[in-house]
């Protein structure tokens, strides 16, 4: 004969198992990641978004500055060049105590006729690996928290969803 | 007053590309790199891994990495905000195909991995080191239900 | 040893120096309790491992603006809760619906289930998992927690009369479940 069910009997037990010595783990592990992230959050959490955006913005005031200095380079320095182009004897007698490498006229010619754009692509060449490996450095010391911590919602929302398309598929499996 | 404007909308249009470009894994190889290098400081904490062995075992990582990656990068995802309920029969069956491919994908990477990662670890190794990831994933999981949260509050 | 009472463990807590110990203090009395609700809710032992330290972190963070208004295990049942709800939000943008999380949580429960385990019990749980999120809410802090509407009224943030419906009606579909089922 099949048990009857009560709803009111005393006894509510639950068919879930709990690893043995789980609740004596807990509470120390517990306060152990608390105090981690308290320490991790005390200053560069919650300054998190003014000091981001203060760091965006002072790059990109530092690169919009550093743009017009360079766009404006060219307008003022093709009139000196060509001015050293006219009077060449005399500026060659005035260089000599001039620090800067000498430059030939034949890469002197290649500096005044290299587009702007060329130019531009160069300085970005120069530029980006130079980031590149500035993170690569910072790289071995980042911990999984400090790396999440940096990231953007959608970047953590990404990554997320890559992580549970595979919990879906795979993580079962290792069980 | 026009170099002023000049310069803010040059800040902005930066910072939009910048933020444009963070939204989006497949266009940040960097934070890959960061990513990976991440990985393999925790499967060296979690498999306590000499330096000569991680030496060994990180060009190999490295390779696996970026195939499992690639399966990744190019999924097509459900778009934002729209429910199951919302995708077409034709959608949805799509979607499922696509899953269950890239399920057997993932799989067949790590199976031919594996008799490669036993050149430097042990079948345990191997075991804890997939372990180690799902733990990755668990904790990236659990950072977005954090963010999720502090929104919500 | 007597059991250190809330009052002491607030107090200990407020401390600097003693903060900690009135952090165990309280997850010592209270994790089993809060923990147990999160397993009714989400199943799986290992997400309600993750809840349960989940919501003792954030108590951790916030419990200094506790005021008193209610009781403490009210408080800490109400984190909890919150908790428990983030998960379902967040897994409904995985997995579309509400109805789908309550497929994916029965799945879970029978994979959960050994052969030793109680199979009315099983079932039980299946009816509860069915059960639509508010009901199942309401029942599980009434039937097992066997708390007062009053107090489950500060939890949910419900109306008494809105709860005791509610568990009115979710008694029913269980007590049905169990009599189609066996």
Known sequence: MKEEFDLDKPQKPMPYQVPPGFFEGITHATLKEAKRREAATATPKSAFPWQIWAMAASVAVLLAVGYFLWADAPTTRQPIAKAGGQHAPVARHEAKPVLAPPVTPKAQKKIESKPEAAMAQEKASNREPRLATRKLEAGPEESLDNLLASLSDEEVAELAAIAASETYVYEESLQ | ?153 | MNEATDEQILFLFQNPGTKDKGFTLLMDRYNRRIYWHIRRLVVAHEDAQDLLQETFINVYKHLHTFNGDSKLYTWLYRVATNECLRLFKERKRFLGSFEEISEKLVDTLHENSTLESDQVLVRLQEAILRLPEKQRLVFTLRYYDELPYEEISKILDSSVSSLKTNYHLASSKVKAFMIKEA
């Not at chain 2, 989006?24 to 934070?31: A, C, E, G, V």
């Not at chain 2, 029969?89 to 491919?101: P, R, S, Y």
């Not at chain 2, 050149?119 to 904790?139: N, P, S």
Request: charge should be positive; avoid cysteine; hydrophobic fraction near 40%.
């Open chain 2, 1 to 153: 007053m026009k170099v002023y404007r000049t310069l803010m909308l040059l800040g902005i249009g930066l910072l939009l590309v910048v933020s444009g470009q963070a939204q989006d894994l497949r266009n940040n190889p960097q934070l890959q790199e960061r990513l990976t290098q991440v990985k393999l400081r925790e499967i060296q904490k979690t498999l306590l891994l000499e330096e000569e062995k991680m030496k060994a075992l990180s060009p190999i990582y490295r390779r696996y990495e970026s195939e499992v990656n690639s399966i990744h990068l190019a999924r097509q995802a459900r778009p934002k905000g729209t429910s199951l309920q919302s995708l077409s029969a034709e959608e949805a069956d799509k979607l499922v195909a696509q899953q269950l491919d890239n399920a057997v994908k993932l799989s067949t990477i790590r199976k031919n991995y594996y008799p490669e990662f036993k050149t430097v670890l042990t079948a345990q190794q191997v075991m804890t080191l997939f372990k180690a990831e799902a733990q990755i994933r668990r904790r990236v999981m659990l950072e977005m239900r954090r963010r999720m949260g502090n929104r919500a509050k």
